[in-house]
């Protein structure tokens, strides 16, 4: 008994020592700290494995990935397989009459729970959350052990089931938490989501009904008469609406109730020029004491996708300004941290998105938050893509479940992504399909649903079994020239009137290191050179398309980040996808960057273009700026350059036959605004004439995806 008691004050020390901050309610606690992890590969004698147990654990935190560096560094060299983790903790005594769960936010990407050598459960797929109740199993004043069995190898039946678009990072790469409750509960196994549905009926953007479903269990060993209340509190902290309710809670099995609440003349969601959030409580109380509490967001609004007028929110059409985004960081993996979260939403609202499709999984709850209270409409989708198995059914629809309800109450999400690029065999393709649109439609009748096919038409096999298509056009990259896009987009409008498209990709790749003059409207995506200047030229063809374009609903720039692909190797860079706006450290924005800035942004923007490309190639060459000032004066070498053409957009100014001398050139942009100088200045340097070393043949072959 002595050691016992040391042991819990030398653990209560370190704070691994569990026990309620408050004797009512719910009690979460980050569970992040103290772990110990090793991989594999294993022993395959059950002998030498039980043998080798104890050896080469090391401490690590979590969030944290083990493939970190060898997935980002080495094409096609990573380890996929078997890891453990494991971390010892106390229960206090006094958490005897209580709940407690354990949450894991994701895991990459099969896992098997053990607490104190009994196994508890198993989860498949890498980006949902799951929860398993542990309140049977712990030893309470004692010491308890949790294994965790991770497992990161491809398989046929978890989606996604293959490294080719993106690695599946192995490892506990998003938090854990410690839940504790009492025995009257709001759920906490429902798919780990909140247990409280909100969903809402916009009436003339005067009045909102709002509905809250709320999933309860019962572990007392009979029925008990529970209050339900139901609060909205506005942005401010004043109580606007509330309804209280007695209900039965009957020990059997969980329990769904329902309240409805009005909001008069309610303060809208109006994405990021408002994005007004209120605050819904709900709470459960016995005799006025309180058993359980959460608390979700809740945003008024209604979001209206239209075919050839675009998409609507409360009622005004809405500037769609896309990217997509990664979870994936430099030296980082996918076990990002809040301040990594922070820097991308930063960059992303610095560009003037509107809209993010968070590709192609489920991403980390903070980021959908974050989302819903800085404006930006999201695109929320499940990982099937790529390939298709055959035996993935079961598991992508799992997966479609855990991010609706997971995700249910996020005002920002305003769609569903159900698949992406995948195709053969067509009749198993769109069976699956129809049953996940089905699923989506029976879990959250209000929003849309999208599935997305890398070939450019529209009747392709698997198309036309969700709200919307999005397709993925890769023009002067992977196929044809840059712009083919509009011939595509005019086609698509001449034969498909009424139907809602979104380009759901498009761009190209762009290494800042490679730069260039010589670039026409192709390229060949499998040399090593990726020159930036190629993927800032699609980037002004195509969004000048693309604005100009009303059946194009929506469109995603692919990408906003460059990302690890640990199959691929092209561009010089090994295991990476450069086509983002903004390189894998976050540390550099390349020059496509800024002209999305430009075109979208408020904040002022005035760039001169190709500023990597110092050693000019062409004495007689183009001086590009980007000015969302108006028409900016240039000089070069303190001479003033004639004025400019118009470019594809209203912000693109091309000063063409400029004239370098020897040597360095100088070369500065000039807007006088509101009685202020704004101006940007670069430098060149040219010695002698070059030939153009690249000639690039284009192709007409389609292309669907790899």
Aim: glycine share 8%; with cysteine; aromatic share 14%.
């Amino acid at each position: 008994m002595k050691f016992k008691n040391l042991l819990f004050i030398i653990l209560m020390h370190f704070g691994i020592v569990f026990s309620l901050f408050s004797q009512n309610g719910r009690h979460v606690e980050a569970f992040n700290d103290g772990w110990k992890f090793k991989k594999g590969p294993f022993p395959s004698s059950e002998i030498a494995f039980v043998n080798s147990w104890e050896d080469e654990w090391k401490e690590v935190a979590i969030p944290h990935t083990w493939n970190a560096r060898d997935m980002q560094f080495n094409y096609g060299k990573f380890y996929q397989g078997d890891a453990y983790y494991k971390k010892r903790f106390v229960v206090d005594e006094k958490l005897r009459a209580k709940r407690l769960f354990l949450k894991f936010e994701a895991v990459g990407q099969v896992a098997d729970l053990y607490i104190n050598g009994t196994f508890i459960g198993n989860h498949k797929g890498g980006y949902s959350a799951f929860v398993f109740e542990i309140t049977h199993v712990v030893k309470y004043g004692e010491e308890n052990e949790v294994i965790l069995k991770v497992n990161n190898t491809e398989r046929n039946d978890v989606i996604p089931v293959n490294h080719n678009l993106f690695g599946i990072y192995g490892g506990i790469h998003r938090p854990v938490w410690l839940i504790t409750t009492g025995k009257i509960n709001i759920d906490v196994t429902d798919y780990a989501s909140s247990g409280v549905y909100i969903s809402q009926e916009l009436e003339s953007n005067k009045r909102a009904n709002i509905s809250i479903k709320v999933k309860l269990t019962n572990k007392f060993d009979k029925t008990k008469p529970i209050e339900l209340e139901n609060s909205i509190y506005n942005q401010e902290g004043k109580l606007v609406a509330k309804k209280n309710s007695v209900v039965e809670l009957s020990p059997q099995g969980m329990q769904f109730f329902l309240n409805t609440l009005v909001l008069e003349r309610p303060h809208l969601w109006q994405g990021r020029k408002d994005p007004y959030l209120y605050k819904v409580v709900t709470a459960i109380k016995d005799e006025g004491k309180l058993l359980d509490q959460i608390i979700q967001p809740l945003g008024v609004r209604k979001v209206e996708v239209i075919a050839n007028k675009g998409v609507f929110l409360n009622g005004k059409k809405y500037p769609m300004y896309g990217v997509c985004r990664h979870e994936d960081w430099w030296g980082v993996g996918n076990a990002l941290k809040k301040k990594n979260h922070d820097i991308d939403l930063k960059l992303i609202m610095e560009i003037g998105a509107t809209t993010i499709r968070l590709a192609h999984y489920q991403q980390s709850d903070y980021f959908y938050s974050k989302c819903d209270s800085l404006g930006l409409l999201v695109w929320a989708e499940v990982p099937f893509v790529n390939r298709v198995s055959g035996k993935e059914g079961p598991n992508a629809k799992s997966q479609l479940r855990e991010l609706i309800r997971q995700n249910y109450n996020h005002p920002s999400i305003f769609v569903w992504g159900l698949h992406n690029e995948v195709y053969k065999p067509h009749d198993y393709t769109i069976q699956l399909t129809k049953e996940m649109h089905d699923i989506a439609k029976s879990e959250d009748p209000r929003r849309y649903t999208v599935s997305v096919n890398g070939y450019g038409q529209m009747n392709h096999p698997v198309n036309l079994n969700a709200d919307i298509q999005g397709i993925n056009r890769y023009f002067g990259w992977y196929e044809g020239k840059m712009g083919d896009l509009g011939k595509w987009a005019k086609g698509m409008e001449e034969n498909y009137p009424g139907y809602r498209l979104m380009l759901s990709e498009y761009g190209a790749g762009g290494n800042p290191d490679h730069q260039t003059e010589f670039i026409g409207d192709t390229w060949d995506y499998t040399k090593a050179f990726y020159p930036e200047t190629y993927q800032t030229k699609t980037h002004e063809i195509q969004w000048g398309i693309i604005k100009n374009t009303p059946n194009i609903l929506s469109s995603y720039v692919w990408n906003m980040f460059d990302f690890c692909v640990p199959k691929w190797n092209n561009g010089g860079i090994e295991a990476r996808n450069q086509k983002g706006l903004v390189t894998f450290d976050r540390t550099l924005k390349k020059d496509a960057f800024y002209w999305y800035k430009a075109n979208w942004s408020d904040e002022p923007v005035l760039y001169i273009t190709e500023r990597r490309m110092v050693e000019r190639e062409k004495q007689i060459t183009s001086i590009t700026v980007y000015s969302n000032l108006g028409e900016p004066q240039v000089y070069l070498n303190d001479q003033k350059l004639p004025r400019p053409k118009k470019g594809t957009t209203d912000v693109h100014y091309i000063f063409e036959n400029v004239k370098l001398k020897k040597g360095e050139n100088t070369i500065k942009a000039v807007v006088e605004k509101d009685g202020k100088t704004v101006q940007d200045t670069i430098k060149w340097n040219f010695t002698s004439e070059k030939t153009n070393p690249y000639i690039i043949k284009g192709t007409t072959k389609v292309h669907a995806g790899f």
